[in-house]
């Protein structure tokens, strides 16, 4: 069974920085891409950016660009975001998914494209 755990939210202040870390289990890590979701209160769950299963191949949500950088690393089946320059509209619960099928270089920014999610991480930007 696939397994996604999310760590690294929390409280910080606009202009700060977090990193953000979800560990996978249960397939082989390094056959799917993986991807960062969020979901702010009140609003739907939005795409925040994607890798490919090589990791060579990145994707952005236009509102993160220059900000945000995901990365891998297969050896510890792990993907990280990490988030520079926060801003309050960064707030949300931040979510891990795993691409539905193998071996993709572009997946999102539809989160059907993604078949395990985790539980999510809270990250709350202050002004």
């Known amino acids: 069974q696939v397994q996604l755990v999310e760590s690294g939210g929390g409280l910080v202040q606009a202009g700060g920085s977090l990193r953000l870390s979800c560990a996978a289990s249960g397939r082989t890590f390094s056959n799917y891409a993986m991807g960062w979701f969020r979901q702010a209160p009140g609003k739907e769950r939005e795409f925040v950016a994607a890798i490919s299963w090589s990791g060579d191949t990145t994707n952005y949500a236009d509102s993160v660009k220059g900000r945000f950088t995901i990365s891998r690393d297969n050896a510890k089946n792990t993907v990280y975001l990490q988030m520079n320059s926060l801003e309050p509209d960064d707030t949300g619960v931040y979510y891990c998914?795993?691409?539905?099928?193998?071996?993709?270089?572009?997946?999102?920014?539809?989160?059907?494209?993604?078949?395990?999610w985790g539980q999510g991480t809270q990250v709350t930007v202050s002004s």
């Open positions: 998914a795993s691409d539905r099928r193998g071996w993709r270089t572009v997946v999102g920014p539809s989160p059907a494209d993604f078949g395990f």
